[in-house]
């Protein structure tokens, strides 16, 4: 679309949409003229909502969850367990973790990994507070349930020996076959940790 | 993502972004964690652009394009050819028009094609407004620029029959190779057409 098609404010809001996952710049331009054509239904309330979560989201100060409250509601749930800490990527995997509903302890949002390509650091990362809070006396385990990918992996293992002075138990979660899943579509590295896995 | 995990205004912002073409529930998700991991380079700006369209781009009231004047830029342009309309069913074909760069007329949106499935006769589009500007006296050539598909060329039909008491030409595009398509890509409809207008 060209300045001369469409006003600036079209275009704008073309460029911003094409900066988030999932859209390049053709979708962008659809999910704006589906947004244009239905400035009540739609336009309107995604804007307003846009303004509400900018308004009143904030990550958790103590493990970076995004929340309406500071800390977040997991962190000062009273019902959960402090004594346990899942250390996930970002927020995304926090929510697949409370999907599966199988964790009830607390959980800290590293915020990234490791990456000597893309210039990332322990320093850009919120591991320090992580071993702040695993030094608090209050927790026993770390689980790292980092993804399992070289940079995951690599992460995890740098957190590992951050945590190593501290008297509490890192562990990881299991490799293996997906629950449903076709041995046939797996690679050779989930299979054999599978195998040694066996039970 | 349950309401336990997330706020309201996360859930409503994943509902609405969700909403949009190209975005299904867990891409939403993703693009809706992008957005707060950059609240002040994206989420504040989308939603500062996003207001900032609602509040000034409007439908033009002749053509039905967007713009943020009425009439649309195109419309109020001296430089274009008024003796002329193409057509179009959606405001994105006639950006694709315009990025081509050889039409120089003016447009029509009809705003979609005619859908007994989907309960959209001619009162839904933007029909009798084109009746209308083709029988105003300054017009000589209606270009029905619709979409090849099914609906788009039962719509052509339909608009066709309604223009005929008229004196203007109403032309359609001529259907062919894409240029750079490979033959062994297209339908056979395709080819027939192409085969049928060799020159």
Redesign the interface.
């Known amino acids: ?2 300045s ?4 600036p ?2 275009l ?2 073309i460029d ?2 094409a ?5 390049g710049p053709r ?1 962008a ?8 054509k239905k ?1 009540d239904q ?6 307003a ?6 308004d ?2 904030v990550a958790c100060s103590i493990c970076a969850n ?4 500071n800390p977040c ?2 962190c000062s749930a009273p019902g959960r367990d402090a004594s346990i800490i899942c250390a996930v990527e ?3 995997d ?2 697949a973790m ?2 599966s509903g199988v964790f009830r302890g607390r959980y800290h949002v590293v915020g990234g990994t490791l990456s000597a390509l893309d210039g990332i650091g322990p320093d850009q990362l919120n591991i320090s507070k992580l071993v702040e809070r695993a030094g608090s006396g209050e927790v026993r385990e770390v689980i790292l349930a980092l993804n399992a990918t070289v940079d995951g992996q690599t992460t995890a293992h740098y957190i590992t020996d951050r945590l190593s002075h501290l008297p509490v138990k890192v562990t990881r979660l299991a490799h293996g076959v997906p629950v449903g899943g076709e041995l046939d579509h797996l690679d050779d590295g989930t299979i054999a940790a599978a195998m040694a896995s066996r039970r």
Request: hydrophobic share 55%; proline share 4%.
């Open positions: 679309v060209s001369r098609t469409a006003g404010e079209i704008r809001l911003l949409l900066k988030l996952p999932g859209l979708s331009r659809r999910a704006a003229l589906h947004l244009l400035p739609l336009l309107n309330q995604l804007a909502a846009l303004a509400d979560a900018a009143k989201v995004f929340d309406t409250v509601s997991i970002e927020v995304g926090l929510w409370e999907r």
